[in-house]
């Protein structure tokens, strides 16, 4: 596990910032965030997946892709999570829990914002902080969970999985 603070150069990350919290920017409702029926809804915006750019944007993502220089790419997907009155965990889980390559792929989660929601590793129960423009990388195959946030509007999180 790794964190790294002021991750990509302010101009690269306001680029992305300023992209993804537009009102014009294209966000999908999904009815669950860790499993299907689960009684949550987030909203997520798929860049990359199936071996496929899913995205319009996906150009924005280059300076990301360029400093965490993954082999292979295998699903990089946004989240926002909508204030709440409280603070909801939603549940252990990996990110590539039907994939083969979950053994070997890493996981990193660029925050877009500040606030204070948080993820939290399985192993060791670490919280790591929501802090804009901060990577978290661990190994794909950890269960984790992220939250919601009850003092700002929204979370946003860059998930990207890849193998290194």
């Not at 003092?151 to 999985?161: F, G, P, T």
Request: proline letters at 2%; hydrophobic letters at 35%; a positive charge.
């Amino acid at each position: 596990m790794k964190e790294i603070k002021n991750f990509l150069e302010e101009k690269d990350f306001s680029e992305l910032e300023n992209l993804m919290c537009r009102d014009w920017f294209p966000w999908y409702k999904n009815d669950s965030v860790v499993k299907k029926n689960d009684g949550h809804t987030q909203l997520t915006h798929t860049f990359y997946l199936h071996s496929l750019v899913q995205s319009d944007y996906f150009h924005v993502l280059n300076p990301i892709i360029n400093k965490i220089k993954p082999e292979f790419l295998l699903k990089i997907k946004a989240n926002l999570l909508l204030k709440n009155d409280k603070i909801i965990e939603h549940g252990m889980h990996v990110d590539m829990h039907n994939s083969k390559f979950c053994k070997y792929a890493t996981t990193s989660l660029l925050y877009l914002n500040t606030n204070n929601g948080y993820t939290v590793m399985k192993k060791g129960n670490k919280e790591i902080k929501s802090e804009r423009n901060k990577l978290f990388t661990f190994k794909a195959s950890e269960e984790h969970t992220g939250t919601t946030c009850t003092d700002k509007e929204y979370r946003i999180v860059l998930n990207l999985n890849y193998l290194k």
